[in-house]
């Protein structure tokens, strides 16, 4: 299992900016493939975008790709996700896990257990 924190959720404004980051203590936390996954209110859980072990490719669904980054700094035991040009409908609470190898570049990534998810962060994007 790995202990992830996500912070940086917020009330924001259509068109605005946040920063979102996933950290740990784990000295591990180089190994693994990261993934961030938000869900909405009366939805499914769903994926937003990946990153692997290294940080050398990432991945993101169609609805937030060219609008958000994710990044890593293994040195700090800590992902990012930079969310730009927000929409209402990002609206959300945010999860980062770790991911499964064998997923990351699929449109479904699967975290490696329940054990490797945070405890989410809340996002609103006003209109």
């Known amino acids: 299992q790995v202990q992830l924190v996500e912070s940086g959720g917020g009330l924001v404004q259509a068109g605005g900016s946040l920063k979102l980051s996933c950290a740990t203590s784990?000295?591990?936390?180089?190994?693994?493939?990261m993934g961030w996954f938000r869900q909405a209110p009366g939805k499914e859980r769903e994926f937003v975008g990946t990153?692997?072990?290294?940080?050398?490719?990432?991945y993101y669904a169609d609805v937030v790709k060219g609008r958000f980054t994710i990044s890593r700094d293994n040195a700090k035991k800590t992902m990012y996700l930079q969310m730009n040009s927000l929409k209402p409908e990002d609206t959300a609470v945010y999860y980062c896990a770790a991911v499964r190898p064998d997923t990351i570049a699929t449109s479904l990534p699967r975290a490696l257990g329940d054990d490797y998810w945070g405890q989410g962060t809340q996002v609103t994007v006003s209109s």
């Open positions: 784990e000295r591990t936390f180089s190994w693994y493939d």
């Open positions: 990153i692997t072990s290294s940080g050398s490719a990432t």
